[in-house]
């Protein structure tokens, strides 16, 4: 019984040890808080001051990668493939005959109005001439030549059905993989090919909405695209007439030349637009900034104490951002330890 005592003592003064080596921690950690006449210690922060600068005011948006040319291949009218005169994959010019439908039936009723226009024609020219010794009425010639028309306008149906058969390329560039092949029956609903012209692409992409009267047609934009770093060119050639009201934002689409086809229509791009240049602009860190519920804010000192200053803000870069109001020039705006930092908290800044 000794021992169990012996143990529960010591256990018991272990304790009470504890405790108290917590609260001499805690009031010597309070007490180093502290300045000698009992104030907060001012907290050791970095920070800045604001100075005007010249700001290259660039947007950084998405867009997508679209063919310059683009187009689903069909045929126009319904028979037997009989001849397929691409490569899939393959470079074709414009002009070029794809595919070919049979026409035999077509070039039979050809022959055949051939021979009621052939008909006709004699039937007029006998019915002018009868009409010149009056022997007939003019409505009598009138009827022989209305029939000729007729003829001549069912052979110009007829040859323009045959030369559909014979599909072209309707530009250059490069086609797909074809999804017939020769001795198919084919019709208008079936897809044979997309063809699409990669030599030039465009990319389309949306800009808010304040910065649409920045944007001009002939302003040269840069871009990447995943899995690169090298950066490409385009112009700006288009813009919609309005802002989309559901985003409130502008779409605008630029060109680009893909001379060596490393650039595929489908893909995204990381867009570099220029906007105009800003002098006197008031620029901070970006690990200044904190988001909140109503907006962005910063610290700035002064007199000796963190003030905290809403601020609006415009275009962002990797290291910095563009202040609109808020802040002025001579400013020293806090850097470190913001998120900790509370409205009238004493600091000690050190200016970098």
Do not use: C, H, W
């Not at 970006?286 to 519920?293: L, R």
């Amino acid at each position: 019984m000794k021992i169990k005592y012996l143990v529960y003592t010591l256990l018991l003064a272990g304790i009470i040890g504890f405790i108290a080596y917590r609260i001499s921690a805690n009031a010597s950690k309070n007490g180093d808080s502290k300045e000698k006449d009992g104030k907060s210690k001012p907290m050791s922060v970095n920070g800045i001051i604001v100075q005007p600068q010249t700001f290259d005011n660039n947007l950084s948006l998405s867009g997508s990668i679209e063919a310059n040319e683009q187009v689903e291949i069909r045929s126009e009218v319904s028979g037997i493939v009989e001849g397929i005169y691409f490569q899939e994959g393959s470079n074709v010019s414009k002009g070029q005959v794809l595919f070919k439908v049979n026409d035999l039936e077509l070039r039979a009723q050809l022959r055949q109005t051939a021979t009621k226009e052939g008909l006709a024609s004699e039937n007029e020219r006998r019915a002018k001439l009868l009409l010149q010794k009056e022997a007939i009425s003019r409505e009598e010639y009138d009827i022989a030549r209305a029939d000729l028309k007729s003829a001549q306008a069912q052979s110009q149906v007829i040859k323009a059905q045959i030369a559909k058969t014979s599909v072209r390329a309707p530009f250059s560039g490069k086609i797909g993989l074809r999804s017939i092949s020769p001795g198919t029956y084919i019709t208008p609903a079936i897809l044979v090919a997309k063809l699409v012209n990669i030599g030039r692409l465009k990319i389309t992409f949306s800009i808010p909405e304040k910065y649409a009267n920045q944007v001009k047609t002939n302003t040269m934009l840069t871009f990447t695209v995943a899995g690169s770093t090298e950066k490409y060119t385009a112009k700006v050639y288009a813009i919609e007439p309005g802002v989309e009201v559901a985003t409130r934002t502008l779409q605008v689409r630029a060109i680009a030349e893909n001379r060596d086809g490393k650039l595929l229509p489908g893909t995204f791009a990381n867009v570099e637009l220029p906007l105009d240049i800003i002098r006197d602009a008031i620029v901070v860190p970006t690990e200044a900034i904190i988001p909140v519920q109503d907006g962005k804010k910063v610290f700035i000192s002064s007199n000796g104490q963190a003030k905290e200053v809403m601020v609006e803000t415009a275009t962002r870069t990797d290291a910095s951002i563009l202040i609109l109001s808020g802040l002025k020039a001579g400013d020293t705006v806090l850097t470190s330890g913001v998120m900790t930092l509370k409205d009238e908290t004493p600091v000690k800044v050190k200016v970098k």
